[in-house]
């Protein structure tokens, strides 16, 4: 199993950044995906997640509306699209995978740096 995370970078506050997660050595239609992130010092949080065929999805209160998660099944790839960042979305994020009736996730992939600065 394989989790590809890249899109990471530095970015100046209100701007956009597009993170993509492609996913091998399983079925990934079969998996619900997710993005978390974690800043130094603190656990990871639940930034994110989309139903295997993407028609639901959910966000953490803190990104609501400013990001949107979303899924392309033939090319195996989650995408997050972050907009009107601030400077408190900087953490490393990871993408994740879960079956659908796990409770928790069980793969990860390498993380991606943000960075929100002026």
């Known amino acids: 199993v394989q989790l590809q995370a890249s899109g990471g970078g530095l970015v100046q506050p209100g701007g956009s950044l597009r993170l993509s997660c492609t996913a091998s050595g399983f079925t990934f239609s079969n998996y619900v995906m997710g993005w978390q992130r974690q800043t130094p010092g603190n656990g990871r949080e639940d930034v994110a997640s989309i139903t295997t065929s993407g028609s639901h999805t959910t966000y953490s209160d803190s990104v609501k509306g400013r990001f949107t998660i979303s899924r392309d099944n033939s090319k195996n790839t989650v995408y997050l699209q972050m907009n009107s960042l601030k400077p408190e979305d900087t953490a490393v994020y990871y993408c994740?995978?879960?079956?659908?009736?796990?409770?928790?996730?069980?793969?990860w992939g390498q993380g991606t740096q943000v960075t929100v600065s002026s």
């Open positions: 994740a995978a879960k079956e659908k009736i796990a409770l928790k996730y069980a793969y």
